[in-house]
């Protein structure tokens, strides 16, 4: 009587056994970490392009990426590999999270200010100076509307970010296939 069985099991088991293996990890991983710099820098750009510093800085309008001013924002978007398949991208500025999603601050008053041109100038707390006999804010709530940069750029590279995944799988595969 006659054995049946499947020709060359030996070497696709071999071969799953290579496709879900540490060369993968480290190709995917790595594909990974470079699609979250892709969406990272697409954030900063979000943020720097086109904004003024300084004195003639002004906030971009709701809905629209914060316009950079001090760069503290922008240089603090950083992507971050968390375990072998998981990459983060994130800002660890301390306003990163109101600028994306919006919110209120509640702010306890007590800055002092002075007015020019009808506008408040707002003074320093620290140091020294005349700040001590100026007027003080009241407590007060202020309301930051959305100004999201990091979800656009994930979702303007996100294609990209597929695209260098797929890549390294079809590496991996390509060469379990030649080691066969």
């Known amino acids: 009587m006659a054995r049946s069985g499947i020709i060359g099991v030996k070497a696709h088991v071999a071969r799953l056994k290579k496709l879900r293996g540490p060369e993968m990890t480290r190709e995917v991983g790595s594909a990974l970490f470079a699609a979250g710099e892709i969406i990272q820098r697409e954030a900063q750009i979000s943020i720097t392009a086109g904004a003024v510093s300084g004195a003639k800085h002004r906030p971009s309008a709701p809905g629209k990426p914060p316009n950079n001013d001090t760069g503290h924002l922008a240089g603090n978007i950083e992507t971050v590999q968390k375990a072998p398949l998981v990459v983060e991208v994130s800002s660890n500025a301390e306003y990163a999270a109101i600028h994306e999603f919006g919110g209120t601050i509640n702010h306890s008053g007590g800055t002092p200010y002075f007015m ?40 303007a590279k996100l294609k990209e970010a597929q695209k260098l995944v797929q890549r390294a799988v079809n590496r991996v595969v390509k060469r379990s296939k030649s080691t066969e």
């Open 116 to 155: 020019r041109d009808g506008k408040p100038v707002f003074v320093s707390n620290s140091g020294q100076g005349a700040h001590h006999a100026l007027p003080k804010t009241k407590p007060h709530d202020i309301k930051v509307p959305a100004r999201p940069y990091m979800a656009p750029a994930r979702d």
